[in-house]
């Protein structure tokens, strides 16, 4: 069973006992459609329709990535690839870019099939061969898609897979996420992303020109709260899509923290750790942000166990 711990499992119906493929390609593709990534898990499910996808990559946190099938499936959407191949669909029509938010999703997303399934770190050269690609790469009509004029992913998106995508997740050797956390600190990062992505949060997010990839809260009915519990991948996508962190969803993050019931000192630390080594953001900034939403009473024990450059 190979699950991304940053995605969402939701099985498609056909998504029974891993099938146990080995996986040498991961395939980017669009979705032709500017629903989020649940309206297209909806569609993948209906019964008529024989195509399916491993990932969907949604517009942001408050649309987030799914995975509908276990990653050594047999996902049906890559022609001739299809049995060796991951599927990572993204949303949009295929004519405008990526949204930075989905350029990490991708990126991670990636990562995580590097260290999951050792596809190498290249480019794919040839149909057949291991690597990372995109769906009309070898044609439209061509090996992977029947579809005369096809342009999935792309022009602009694949400009992008070609020019930052890549390049990021074929650096360095990816590094085992550490994503375990307590019940207390599931709790607490529950209770963290529930209160930022609230429909008090939305107004600003919406009136911010640097979010402009929040748009789409407009579809999300009434601000309500995802049907699930948050993982450290939601907090971690909103606080990446804030540029050299703004101190308004750091403001949040405190004051949720702040009026969460239980603030255990060490495990305030420990989360707060976490999410600063899995998103690759900045504990500096973060760890300040949350000592001070503790109080100066408990300030001393967080600062045992944070960054001392903080104070």
């Known amino acids: 069973m190979a699950r991304d711990p940053g995605s969402t499992w939701r099985p498609l119906p056909e998504a029974g006992p891993p099938d146990g493929h080995a996986k040498t390609q991961m395939?980017?593709?669009?979705?032709g459609s500017l629903a989020p990534a649940s309206a297209i898990g909806n569609y993948f499910a209906q019964e008529n329709v024989a195509v399916e996808s491993t990932f969907i990559v949604?517009?942001?946190?408050h649309d987030p990535t799914l995975q509908i099938m276990d990653s050594t499936d047999r996902a049906d959407a890559n022609?001739?690839?299809n049995q060796r191949a991951i599927s990572v669909e993204v949303v949009g029509d295929g004519i405008g870019p990526y949204n930075e938010w989905q350029i990490a999703e991708c990126v991670?997303?990636?990562?995580?099939?590097?260290?999951?399934?050792?596809?190498?770190?290249?480019v794919i050269p040839s149909e057949p061969a291991g690597g990372f690609g995109w769906h009309v790469m070898f044609g439209a009509p061509g090996p992977w898609t029947s579809v005369r004029?096809?342009?999935?992913?792309?022009?602009?998106?694949?400009?992008?897979?070609?020019?930052?995508?890549?390049?990021?997740?074929?650096a360095g050797t990816p590094a085992p996420e550490e994503d375990d956390l307590t019940p207390q600190q599931a709790a607490q990062l529950d209770f963290v992303f529930k209160r930022i992505a609230g429909r008090d949060v939305q107004r600003?997010?919406?009136?911010?020109?640097?979010?402009?990839?929040?748009?789409?809260?407009?579809?999300?009915e009434d601000g309500a709260w995802p049907a699930r519990s948050a993982d450290v991948g939601d907090v971690i996508g909103i606080l990446r899509t804030v540029?050299?962190?703004?101190?308004?969803?750091?403001?949040?993050?405190?004051?949720?923290?702040?009026?969460?019931?239980?603030?255990?000192?060490?495990?305030?630390?420990?989360?707060?750790?976490q999410l600063a080594a899995i998103g690759n953001g900045d504990p500096a900034i973060l760890a300040k942000a949350l000592r001070e939403a503790l109080g100066p009473e408990l300030a001393a024990e967080v600062a045992a166990r944070l960054d001392p450059t903080t104070s």
């Open 27 to 31: 395939i980017y593709h669009s979705t």
């Open 58 to 61: 949604g517009w942001g946190p």
């Open 79 to 81: 022609g001739s690839a």
């Open 108 to 122: 991670r997303l990636g990562r995580w099939a590097r260290r999951e399934h050792a596809i190498p770190p290249r």
């Open 149 to 170: 004029g096809k342009i999935c992913p792309g022009p602009r998106r694949i400009q992008q897979l070609q020019d930052t995508v890549f390049p990021a997740v074929f």
């Open 204 to 220: 600003w997010i919406k009136g911010g020109p640097e979010l402009g990839g929040f748009v789409v809260l407009d579809q999300w």
């Open 243 to 273: 540029q050299s962190g703004d101190q308004r969803v750091l403001a949040e993050i405190s004051s949720a923290f702040h009026q969460e019931a239980d603030r255990d000192a060490a495990n305030m630390a420990s989360l707060t750790t």
